[in-house]
C-alpha cells in the first residue's frame, strides 16, 4: 500500500477471487489499527480493527493480518464483489485518540 | 440513518473569501475531527477536539480554525481561503477511549465537502 507520487496503488482482481490488500505503517509504538473503506462519494467507512496484542482477526469475508516484525497490515477480503470496489485505507493509532492514515489503495473489482 | 453531516458537499469559493464547513453528529460522541483528503496524501488531521470548546491542532492547522460550541456541532474555519486548500474535507466523531476499549477510536465520517478555490 505504498503510495507513490499521487498516484494510489491500485488492485485490480476478478470477481469471486481474493483480494489482498497491504499497508506499511510506521510506528512500532502504534497499539491499534483499522480499516477503513471509501466509496467513490462517501465518506470512509469502517471496516475491521486489530488490536496490537493480535495477529489476526475475521468478520464477514474480512481478515486483518498484523505482522509487528515487519510493521505490515494486510486486509484480505474473500470472493471479492463489485460492490467491494473501492479506495482502502488504513489507520494506526499512534497515541491516545490520534489516528494517522496510510495513502490509500484503489481495489478495482472485474465482473 | 445520517449519523454524521456536513452541511455542504460542495462549495465553490474565492480566493480570500472566509469560508465555513459546518458538520454535525447525533450520536452524542465527545470527539470530533477534521480532515483534509487528497490524492495520494490519504487523510491529513487539520484540528480535533475532545470536549465543547476545546480545540487541539492537528498535523497542518495552518490556514484553519475550529469552532465547538455543541457537542453535536464541529465547525471548520478557512479564514481567507487560498487555492492551495482546495481539496475534500471529512469531518468525523468518535467516542471518547475507555480503558481496553479499542472500539471507541473507530470513527464514523461524513460524506465529505469538496471545496474549490478559484
Known amino acids: 500500500g505504498e503510495s507513490v507520487g499521487l498516484h494510489l496503488p491500485t488492485l485490480s482482481v476478478q470477481e469471486g477471487d481474493n483480494s489482498i490488500i497491504n499497508c506499511a505503517y510506521s510506528n512500532s509504538a502504534s497499539d491499534y489499527f483499522i480499516w477503513y473503506k471509501q466509496e467513490s462519494g462517501k465518506g470512509p467507512q469502517f471496516i475491521i480493527d486489530i488490536r496490537s496484542n493480535m495477529d489476526k482477526r475475521q468478520g464477514q469475508r474480512v481478515t486483518v493480518l498484523l505482522n509487528k516484525t515487519v510493521k505490515h497490515l494486510s486486509l484480505q477480503i474473500a470472493a471479492t464483489q463489485p460492490g467491494d470496489s473501492a479506495v482502502y485505507f488504513c489507520?494506526?493509532?499512534?497515541?491516545?485518540?490520534?489516528?494517522?492514515f496510510g495513502a490509500g489503495t484503489i481495489l478495482r473489482v472485474k465482473s | 440513518d445520517v449519523k454524521v453531516t456536513q452541511s455542504s458537499r460542495y462549495l465553490v469559493k474565492r480566493t480570500g473569501e472566509k469560508v465555513f464547513l459546518e458538520c454535525v453528529q447525533d450520536?452524542?460522541?465527545?470527539?470530533m475531527f477534521w480532515y483534509r483528503q487528497d490524492p495520494g496524501l490519504g487523510l491529513r488531521l487539520i484540528y480535533f477536539s475532545y470536549d465543547v470548546k476545546m480545540k487541539e491542532k492537528g498535523d497542518i492547522p495552518e490556514g484553519y480554525s475550529v469552532s465547538r460550541e455543541k457537542k453535536e456541532r464541529f465547525s471548520l474555519i478557512l479564514e481567507s481561503a487560498s487555492t492551495n486548500q482546495t481539496s475534500m474535507y471529512l469531518c468525523?466523531?468518535?467516542?471518547?477511549?475507555?480503558?481496553?476499549?479499542?472500539?471507541?477510536?473507530?470513527?464514523?465520517f461524513g460524506a465529505g465537502s469538496r471545496l474549490t478555490v478559484l
Open positions: 450520536m452524542d460522541h465527545e470527539n
Open positions: 489507520a494506526e493509532r499512534e497515541y491516545g485518540n490520534k489516528l494517522v
Open positions: 468525523a466523531s468518535s467516542l471518547s477511549p475507555l480503558e481496553g476499549h479499542s472500539g471507541a477510536n473507530v470513527l464514523t
